[in-house]
């Protein structure tokens, strides 16, 4: 409707325009002497709700108070404080502005209206309005109809909130945690990532209270990681890679086995007697100020009886546990990881050449890398129940080690090494030849078999004829050591560096 002067002295004189009209949607086409004294009840009353757009023909000052504080360019007036006029009265009121305005230029697409009414809801301040917007948009745009990129280029101007949020960065805290981490797990970037996930988010305090902190099932073959990953956010978080509930699910292949970690039930001999390893006490007994919750490992869960697959679909999917003695344990605090090789007889088969044919050309790696995860996920879909598989939060498939990665291994593992000899009393320095390097590289690299062939390899070649040098004093402390493997030769040769000279 136009609300022209006419029809202001009509509804004045006829009665109150409130009671007239309850919702009023129109235009102005010009502001007068007494042209918004009649629409004073209706900004004033705070019960109705309205769209009042008008053309600002202001012939002279606005005197009224009330007039200039109710401005008339404000849309969907708030008709109790603190609480918008709903979607649904936004809509209708602003699709009857849409279709066409005097001397307009603008043709407002009406599929716009749901987006720009979100948008006045949660991004603009209360005094502004969205039609205002929309007039805004005209003018910007000309004859050309509203569409989306120019509505969202419209809103950031107008908002307090302009800056851009950057949900991929992480906190020094979380970024320490990660590069810690990638430091100790080599190799296997995708599975560092799923756990920085989950610990931003608990740090981030917005993991569930009824579900683990985290659960995971870490695949793939042997040799790769997984528990070490696990040991390794224990030594982040506490200091002490034992700092953990670790459960060898081997020890579980039979079903009464399973009373060792929940307790005998009543009636059994020695119920009373029984103390359940996933105890309050024993889950809360490594917790600290600085992380309080708990790491529980289930190493090699396949080989595990059945009983216990079913006793952690209780603990994955609501996070508590109900011991023999009828004593709920509260497992909320707790992330789980479990791993497995299954499917390493298929990995074996990816790796191995087949017998009798050799290839003619290299698989390149990311190939090799997609055939083992789709392998594992098949073997695992074959073994364990839909339930469970969909109660974990995460499953991630560890790849194979490349020869650059076994190289970051071995320097790691050097590294371990000297420190463990280096806790004796004065450190020893070793300089290692190319030739000891490769040697140790070419002995302890199995791709079916992972990093454990080049620590049990240094073990032999290096941490044993070590031991029997400190046992001959021939090796005291703070000496330098050269190590190198001869050609030919199946042993290390260990020498001593000739102290260097002072000059001068």
């Not at 008709?79 to 043709?107: C, E, F």
Request: glycine share 8%.
């Amino acid at each position: 409707m136009s609300l022209a002067i006419g029809l202001r002295i009509a509804c004045a004189e006829g009665g109150d325009l409130t009671k007239r009209v309850g919702r009023v949607v129109g235009r102005v086409d010009a502001i007068g002497d007494r042209s918004l004294e009649v629409l004073n009840p209706l900004l004033d009353g705070g019960k109705q709700e309205f769209v009042l757009v008008a053309k600002m023909i202001i012939e002279r000052p606005l005197g009224d108070a009330g007039c200039a504080r109710n401005s008339i360019d404000r849309c969907a007036r708030e008709t109790v404080p603190g609480k918008a006029v709903d979607r649904g009265a936004q809509k209708p009121l602003l699709s009857g502005y849409i279709p066409a305005r005097d001397g307009g230029n603008l043709r407002h697409t009406k599929r716009l209206v749901p987006g720009m009414i979100d948008r006045n809801r949660l991004r603009l301040p209360r005094d502004r309005s969205i039609i205002p917007l929309m007039n805004d948009q005209g003018s910007m745009t000309g004859t050309a109809p509203a569409v989306e990129q120019d509505k969202r280029a419209d809103v950031s101007p107008q908002t307090s909130t302009a800056k851009v949020l950057r949900p991929d960065r992480l906190g020094p805290e979380i970024e320490g945690f990660r590069a810690s981490l990638a430091e100790m797990v080599i190799g296997q970037e995708p599975a560092v990532e799923a756990v920085t996930q989950a610990f931003q988010i608990y740090r981030a305090g917005l993991a569930s209270s009824e579900r683990p902190l985290g659960s995971f099932l870490f695949l793939g073959p042997t040799g790769t990681g997984k528990t070490n990953l696990v040991e390794s956010i224990v030594e982040t978080c506490f200091g002490d890679r034992k700092a953990m509930l670790k459960i060898d699910c081997a020890e579980f292949s039979h079903s009464h086995e399973v009373a060792r970690l929940i307790g005998s039930p009543p009636g059994y001999l020695g119920h009373q007697e029984t103390n359940p390893y996933l105890s309050t006490a024993n889950i809360t007994r490594n917790q600290t100020p600085e992380c309080p919750f708990t790491v529980i490992l289930f190493d090699e869960i396949e080989k595990a009886n059945d009983s216990l697959w079913q006793l952690l679909l209780g603990i994955l999917d609501k996070g508590r546990l109900t011991l023999g003695t009828n004593k709920e344990v509260d497992l909320s605090r707790c992330f789980i990881f479990l791993t497995s090789n299954i499917g390493s007889r298929s990995v074996s088969d990816i790796l191995a050449p087949g017998m009798g044919f050799v290839s003619e050309a290299k698989e390149p790696d990311e190939k090799i890398h997609q055939r083992i995860e789709d392998a594992v996920l098949w073997s695992a879909k074959r073994t364990f129940a839909p339930e469970f598989l969909n109660r974990l939060d995460h499953k991630v498939v560890f790849q194979r080690l490349t020869a650059p990665e076994m190289r970051k291994i071995l320097d790691l593992e050097l590294c371990k090494i000297e420190n463990r000899l280096g806790q004796r009393g004065e450190a020893i320095q070793f300089i290692y030849s190319d030739r000891a390097i490769d040697r140790l590289m070419e002995a302890g690299t199995d791709p079916e078999l992972g990093a454990r062939p080049m620590k049990r390899i240094l073990e032999q070649h290096l941490v044993f004829p070590l031991a029997r040098l400190y046992a001959s004093e021939q090796l005291l402390g703070g000496e330098t050591v050269c190590v190198d493997w001869p050609e030919g030769g199946e042993e290390i040769e260990f020498s001593l560096a000739e102290p260097t000279r002072a000059t001068g």
